[in-house]
């Protein structure tokens, strides 16, 4: 029957062999923005509700990956992690028209931590502030015609602040 086919958002029921088949909708919306933040799970939340309620896009394509952009401002990076983050941001951009992409680094990043194990905890902001406006910069400069916003995310006690530090 034709209204077996199209399932309800979430419905679960039982494919041809039996096993568990659950069924969720495609998001529709276009997504002309591209997101790149880091994947910690304590930010997720605050990560998305800014960017829909306080920049108001609705739909925007994640790129999240542990340190954010931190490959994009380390000289030292490993040049696979560069080309990894960077051929990522080239793809999207070109080949899904993006018009607008947010960059966000944050305090208290484990990443960051975990890569640079000798430094304060000062330090690491200072690097991940100093990451985020040279990826700022390297965006800015391949793709003219994009814009590009940059954000850092502070965190005090339980709440994250957002500061735009964007460099244009
Ligand atoms: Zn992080």
Redesign the pocket.
Known sequence: MERNKRKQDGSTGHDAKGKVKSVYMIDTQPSRTLGI????PR?QSAFRRFISQELGIDNYTPLVI???VRALGDQNAPPENVETLWGQIKFFITEANIELVILI??E?????EYVHSDQSEAELANIGRQDLQAADHRVRMEFANVQVRSFWAALENDTISFSEVTDG
């Open positions: 933040h880091c994947a910690d930010f542990g340190g954010g680094n944050h208290d990043c484990k990443w960051y």
